[in-house]
């Protein structure tokens, strides 16, 4: 049985691991640009030089040689013949059964958008910021976030919380915090619902007492070199950081697979996407069915590759008895010295106050992850 699993992020490694624990025998191919992980969740830490970017990249050589993974260096172009066929810059591959897990896309329509470093894009947007920080003796710092308005699980609120908080951590650590203005905006009114009903509250009373504005519940309209332009207003800014709401990945768009109307490939509750055989989907690129308070996260795009890998065995072994994926939203918003902890499930919402602990378990966390991939 030739299984193979697209990309080398969070649900494409956790596919891996579970594929192999569930079939010892299946060739197993991996189709990714580089045979390495990027680990997203530290990328806040860069601009206090907490992390470098080479700290979050781990080399999968020998992940790859324990797990028996055939890799192919190559960008996936389209998926074609029902899933079987995976057309790449290196050329076509066949397969019995697919998992794709190739990450999101940010949507970067804003005019202007330009003037915006978008924060969660990778190392090099980070480095981006920090060295705009270290050029400046102060100014406006503008930070927000936007969704996807017909995919409303697309979006990346808590990150960029942790950069605005994380900001305004570092330029006191620096004692220059005086120096500069910092503006949170987002065209929510109540910005962070989806992390806990209580969330929104908790989050504007830390920014009022850390000296954060807020420019809330206005319509982005466009960016310009130095300004941030909704319907409510204007804010002149020295620095933006926004982060755009998320659709689909960008070689699906022309792909003949089921979308959602958010753009993202469109799943059941068993991750298989919709109206094709022994095709699944885990992560930021699917759509699931389920609560209104899904969130693209590394932890659910965990569940959803376990569930993935294992439903992908039992369909290619005859077995019909799959499981549906489960809801859980689990993280810490961290401020460079605290964390908040929030945890919600179908069940109930805990929201733990800021705690230094919580930021040392941030950190201890990504060491315990990355130890499976090094
Ligand atoms: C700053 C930041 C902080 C975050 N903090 C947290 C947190 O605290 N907790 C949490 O749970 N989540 C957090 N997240 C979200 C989390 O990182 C994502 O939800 C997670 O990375 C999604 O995993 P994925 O495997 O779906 O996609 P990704 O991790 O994006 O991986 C996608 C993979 O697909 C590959 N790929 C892309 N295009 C192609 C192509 N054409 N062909 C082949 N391969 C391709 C990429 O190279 C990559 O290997 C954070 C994200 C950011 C940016």
Redesign the pocket.
Known sequence: MNITI???????LTSIKQVRKQSPSATITV????A???Y?????WIPARLKKGTDLIVDLTNFFKRQQVNFIQ????NVSNQGRLVE?SEGNFENDGLII????RFIKKLPGIEHAIT??EGIAA?EAIRDKLDSMSGGTIAIGFGGNPKEPSAM?G??MF??LFGLDTLLRRQSRRSNFKIIFFNPMPKPGKRLGDKVPDAVLKLMAKKDIDTHLGHKMVRFEENKVITEGGEIDADLILFMPGMTG???SQNADLVKSEGGLLKANEFCQIEGLKATYV????GSFPGPDWQA??????DLQ?VSAANNLVKELNGDTNFEVFKHEL???I?TLSHGILIHRTEKRTILLPPCRLLHFA?LMFEKLYLRGYR
Do not use: N, Y
């Open positions: 697209l990309g080398t992020g969070f649900a494409a189709i990714a640009p580089k390495e992980m990027l997203f969740p530290s990328l806040i190559a960008k996936v172009q790449t897990a190739t990450g999101g924060p969660c980070a990346r808590g990150p942790e950069f990945p960008a070689w885990a992560g930021d690129s693209k996260q590394a932890h659910a795009a590759a689990v993280c810490i961290d941030k």
